[in-house]
């Protein structure tokens, strides 16, 4: 697919508009630009440093994180229909964390619920990965299925750990709501504890975009210009995995991002993966701290979850790129 644009007019528009939704999501509330220009008073200083700001660049690197994954997926499944939601990668991390909540070591440090996402994205992704490799799951139809399949699997045993919490109604209610993904609350700590995984992505990704885009031109084309295929298949599951479980551990359940962002950027910038990874990353931090700021302001004082407005987006779009996809690959 050939770029419609140039990277650098796509760079410059997904930073603009980034800039953009970002002073729009610090700006629009009960406070107003009040927050912005009147920093002297003590409780619009707190309501800007130390609730809005930390919030916003919060779903911005988780957005950005799971576009990353998005497009690191469908380059590694050649699917562009391949997604961190749609192969079961989230529900894998979802079902890691609850567990850990569930035994109550989800609160005794910081790391055990990015390590368990980790470890789930990964056991998720690269079971699938395992799987796809034989012949029967070689059509992108039955890739969807296999994918759906392995969602199914993780998203019961998380039904059922919630189901034996019920009796203790916090418990439940934290799972429930995590679940449902939600940067309500969330400070300085959780910036902290993403931004790392989402620059080491943005790092571990340039040799691995390079070699994508050899790798879509057919497992023998790799091969004979010696991309080490098994290689590259275990570095791009464990950075696919890191963003995803950083995600996941900070924000819960958020689901299509990586599905929607990565087909509408491909659309005008085209399937080069050196630019496709960089540009995805800034347009899921647009659609995610954009999505973030409606579920808070809609309906306030009441504030819904940001995880439930993604879904309804991604749904029907995700049924039209199975209707496109069915169309061309006839499955």
Known sequence: MRSKVSPLAAYIWSFSLLTFVLLWAISWGPQGWQLVSQVDDPLRRIILWDIRLPRVLVSALCGGALAMAGVLSQGLFRNPLAGPSILGTVSGANLFVVTTMFLGWGYEHWLVQPFSAFIGAVLAT????????????????????LGFAIN??????????????????????????????SF??????HVL???????????????????LNVLNLGEDVAQSLN???????????AVIAGLVGASVAVAGGISFVGLMVPHF?????????????????????????????????LMAPQELQVGAILSLIGAPVFVGLMLKERGRHGF
């Not at 309500?184 to 700590?189: A, F, L, Q, S």
């Not at 080069?272 to 808070?296: E, F, P, Q, Y």
Request: hydrophobic residues 50%; positive net charge.
């Open 227 to 237: 991309v080490p295929i098994s290689q590259l298949r275990w570095q791009t599951i």
């Open 152 to 181: 199914s699997i993780f998203a019961a045993t998380t039904t059922f750990l919630l189901s034996l919490s019920l009796h203790e109604f916090n418990l439940s209610q934290s799972i429930l709501f995590w679940l449902m993904g």
């Open 193 to 211: 504890m993403a931004l790392p995984w989402l620059l080491i992505g943005l790092w571990l990704s340039r040799p691995i975009a390079r070699r």
């Open 265 to 297: 950027t491909r659309l005008y910038l085209g399937a080069d993966h050196r630019h496709l990874v960089k540009v995805s990353c800034i347009n899921g931090m647009i659609l995610v701290v954009a999505a973030d700021t409606i579920s808070r302001t």
């Open 126 to 145: 690269s079971l699938v990965w395992r799987l796809s490799t034989w012949q029967s799951f070689q059509n992108p139809g039955r890739l969807l299925l």
């Open 184 to 189: 309500n609350g969330k400070g300085w700590p």
